[in-house]
């Protein structure tokens, strides 16, 4: 079997920068680190990350010491102004992608547009911009008409781009002013170009990451509209020698949260099956 792999996979800018930022700090520091939730969407990181001193929480009015981080994906106005207030240190991995998002969509507001957040609204990143706007956005994951004079999108980072260009394509419809920013990031975007022209080479694909992981699992669906035979895997443990027989070549890529020694181990699994 052939085994072929995309060029950009794995660690994004954004979250190695992160990773390489709290790293740092929990070994000169040798305080207890927070993150507000995981840094990253990818339960064997933040497992190893853990038995480092740096540990997520979820509730953001729990943290009375040590440092805490605001993850790459941001977090909300209220959780800032809270942990500002308190005083503690801060360290801020906030994706610059993620802060283009939230100030293109601070300008919207002040200049009158409804704003449109294109994205899932259970993602932290979602949580995070419609809370600078002071909840006044409205959030879409599907096509739709909206009766708005002026109507300013902006779209999740990891948001795929078929599916933001249909729903801004749906806003024309019942809108007077339509303006548009396209902040999906650029890793995001050349991951999921890779992938697509790697899954129509291929007999199956696998896309590795966590099954939290919003960027993966976008990945995985923008592989599967090219191939049917595409599976999510988180580890090397998923892998099934049953989805092999009669396949020749196998495309693998990972989602922007999917450590390089785990998609090494998926890549050495696959050859020795
Ligand atoms: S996926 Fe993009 S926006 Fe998110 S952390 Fe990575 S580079 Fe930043």
């Given at each position: ?5 995309t060029k950009h996979l794995g660690f994004c800018f954004g979250v190695r920068r992160a990773i390489n930022i709290v790293l740092r ?14 840094i990253i969407h990818n339960?064997?990181m ?25 993850r790459t994906h941001g ?17 801020d991995t906030t994706c610059p992608f993620v802060k283009r998002v ?23 990143e ?31 980072t990891t ?24 902040t999906i990031c650029h890793s995001t975007e050349i991951r999921q170009d890779e ?14 990451g966590?099954?939290?992981s919003?960027n993966t699992?976008?990945l ?34 990972g989602g922007a949260s999917t450590p390089d020694?785990?998609l ?10």
């Amino acid at each position: 079997m052939q085994v072929l792999k995309t060029k950009h996979l794995g660690f994004c800018f954004g979250v190695r920068r992160a990773i390489n930022i709290v790293l740092r700090e929990a070994e000169q520091s040798g305080k207890k680190i927070y993150t507000i939730g995981p840094i990253i969407h990818n339960p064997q990181m933040v497992k190893d990350l853990k038995e480092k001193g740096i540990v997520p929480v979820d509730n953001v009015y729990q943290i009375d010491d040590g440092i805490v981080v605001f993850r790459t994906h941001g977090i909300k106005k209220d959780e800032e102004a809270y942990i500002k207030n308190k005083g503690l240190p801060i360290i801020d991995t906030t994706c610059p992608f993620v802060k283009r998002v939230r100030k293109r969509a601070i300008f919207l507001k002040k200049n009158g547009y409804k704003v449109v957040i294109v994205g899932d609204k259970n993602h932290p990143e979602v949580k995070s911009v419609l809370s600078y706007l002071d909840n006044d956005g409205i959030v879409l994951q599907l096509p739709t008409s909206i009766k708005e004079k002026k109507i300013g999108v902006v779209s999740q980072t990891t948001q795929d781009k078929e599916t933001f260009f249909n729903i801004v394509r749906g806003l024309i419809e019942g809108v007077e002013e339509l303006r548009v920013y396209n902040t999906i990031c650029h890793s995001t975007e050349i991951r999921q170009d890779e992938a697509a022209i790697l899954a129509s080479k291929v007999d199956l694909m696998l896309i590795v990451g966590g099954k939290n992981s919003s960027n993966t699992a976008k990945l995985y669906n923008v592989v599967k509209r090219v191939q049917q035979n595409s599976y999510h895997i988180e580890t090397e443990k998923d892998i099934m020698p049953g989805w092999f027989s009669g396949i020749n070549k196998i495309g693998i890529t990972g989602g922007a949260s999917t450590p390089d020694h785990i998609l090494d181990i998926v890549e050495r699994r696959v050859k020795n099956l």
